[in-house]
């Protein structure tokens, strides 16, 4: 039972590339979650799923799109990278109202 | 959204207790959390309190909960030097119902 996995756990990207963070989970949770932490900040809500097929926004959406195809994966896709996406980025997952499992992050540098 | 309020920093003795307080926004949060996390790692779930609930013991942990004032403690007895990290306080999202709103995190040192 792996949890919740992120890869890659390090980027760099210039300006203007683009790139998707990958997440799995192997809980059968149907709820994950991208959020981002930037230094000295708490953890800001990007996207969100409830399920396979559907996809919300959380507070920070900009500049980011998601997709949820399947139960496990729940991809964060960058376009047009900016340096304030410069963040670590940490993905989670959840049954309804139980404890978020949290991956161990991807550090992504924009330059 | 509104924020969860959590004091920076907190230095104690290893040996005596830390407690780690928070100010959450949300009074319908069925649930509030306390996460740690390490160094360069992702967020662990240390605990959550159920909000029907005043307090919570789990070994050296003890959350109290005033629903009243919307203040949630953390209090960790005979506190180690591995205890030292960043602790964050987090409520349920209003507006998501499932989603986490986080608060700053608070950063505990703990001294030989």
């Known amino acids: 039972n792996a949890g919740v996995t992120q890869t890659p756990k390090f980027r760099i990207l210039k300006i203007g590339q683009s790139m998707t963070l990958q997440c799995a989970q192997d809980?059968?949770?149907?709820?994950m979650y991208w959020y981002r932490q930037d230094p000295g900040m708490g953890l800001k809500l990007i996207y969100y799923s409830v399920g396979a097929g559907i996809t919300d926004k959380g507070e920070v959406p900009n500049g980011y799109n998601v997709s949820r195809s399947t139960t496990e994966d729940f991809p964060l896709r960058l376009e047009l990278a900016a340096p304030s996406q410069t963040s670590v980025y940490f993905c989670a997952s959840s049954s309804r109202t139980g404890p978020r499992s949290f991956g161990q992050g991807t550090r992504l540098t924009v330059v | 959204g509104e924020d969860v309020e959590q004091s920076l920093f907190l230095s104690v003795r290893e040996g005596d207790s830390s407690v780690i307080n928070c100010t959450y926004t949300?009074?319908?949060?069925?649930?509030l959390y306390w996460y740690k996390q390490e160094p360069g790692a992702g967020l662990q779930l240390l605990t959550y309190?159920?909000?029907?609930?005043d307090m919570k013991q789990d070994q050296r942990l003890t959350v109290l909960l005033n629903k009243k004032d919307k203040h949630l403690s953390l209090r960790i007895a005979d506190t180690q030097t591995g205890d030292s990290a960043i602790y964050f306080c987090a409520e349920i999202d209003g507006n998501s119902g499932y989603a986490l709103n986080f608060g700053k995190g608070t950063s505990l040192l703990v001294t030989p």
């Open positions: 309190i159920f909000s029907n609930m």
């Open positions: 809980m059968n949770h149907n709820y």
């Open positions: 949300d009074s319908s949060s069925t649930y």
